[in-house]
């Protein structure tokens, strides 16, 4: 598998010595919220919670924590005494309903995605990893998602992935489109995944949709990652998480990533290296379906 060295090194050069602080994610139910994603306030730390709601991070616990599922108010908080941490759930209004049925007679596939040799590494870090898809007056003729394409290359067998679709505000991610998780699996090796969500009925928001592949930082997907260093030549042990996310480059400002709690835009790198990223948006390798 070829990996560009400056991707890997982006999400491995930190590594965090610091004390760990142990929680869990609960709902107003007391009932525990399986795969949320924590991060460090500001810092390169994040984790997620276990199926059981539970969760370790490398923090002292006085650091603010910020939380982000779906279903559920984004929350930013200090662990309290009882390190247990209560998600309010979201109310979807009236005029957010839609009945509608799909007619399924026509489909048309947008994004350029395709497969190469150059993936994205989550370190040990619950990133979410977007591609902003833009509205255009031809998909009034086919307004809802069917399906998403993504490509993977993953190092273990059936990891698992969420996918979440967020509203834009003043070009800022906001509200995810669904209020339960998308939890997908991959299997091991270079992969075209093709999930049908058609169930959903999301229709392309006239401001745009945003796509989000997120890293679960969970036991089934840990793996060992191995790489020399540049400098002293000596072969570096890392903690990473499958799978890996094949990207592609683009002109375009299509691109988002989530973490230390905040999203940000990805820019272009000018490396002046005449490599096919240089002066290139990284963008995931994500198309859509649509259907009318």
């Not at 800022?172 to 991959?186: A, G, M, S, Y």
């Not at 400098?231 to 890392?238: D, G, H, L, P, S």
Request: net charge positive; glycine share 4%.
């Amino acid at each position: 598998m070829k990996i560009n060295i400056f991707i890997v090194l982006f999400f491995l050069k930190t590594i965090w010595l610091s004390a760990q602080s142990k929680g869990i994610v609960v709902d107003e139910n007391n009932l525990p919220i399986p795969y949320v994603n924590i991060w460090v306030e500001g810092e390169n730390i994040g984790t997620t919670s276990q199926e059981d709601g539970t969760f370790i991070i490398n923090c002292t616990e006085e650091k603010i924590l910020v939380f982000s599922a779906i279903g559920y108010e984004n929350q930013k908080t200090a662990l309290n005494k009882t390190n247990q941490i209560v998600l309010k759930s979201k109310t979807l209004s009236l005029n957010e309903v839609v009945i509608t049925t799909l007619k399924n007679s026509k489909e048309l596939e947008i994004g350029s995605a395709k497969k190469i040799h150059h993936t994205q590494l989550s370190g040990n870090k619950p990133w979410i990893y977007a591609k902003l898809f833009p509205f255009e007056e031809i998909y009034d003729e086919t307004p809802f998602i069917k399906k998403i394409i993504f490509f993977s290359n993953s190092e273990k067998n059936n990891a698992k992935l969420k996918i979440r679709f967020f509203q834009l505000e003043d070009s800022i991610p906001t509200n995810d489109l669904t209020d339960e998780d998308i939890i997908v699996t991959v299997k091991k090796g270079m992969r075209k995944n093709v999930i049908d969500i058609s169930k959903y009925k999301l229709r392309i928001p006239k401001n745009g949709v945003l796509v989000g592949l997120e890293w679960l930082i969970i036991p089934e997907n840990f793996y060992e990652f191995k790489y020399k260093d540049g400098k002293t030549k000596k072969m570096i042990v890392a903690p990473n998480y499958a799978p890996s996310l094949v990207i592609n480059y683009s002109d375009e400002l299509n691109s988002f990533t989530y973490s230390s709690g905040m999203w940000r835009r990805a820019r272009k790198y000018k490396l002046n290296n005449d490599r096919p990223w240089d002066n290139k948006i990284m963008t995931p390798a994500i198309n859509l379906i649509l259907t009318n």
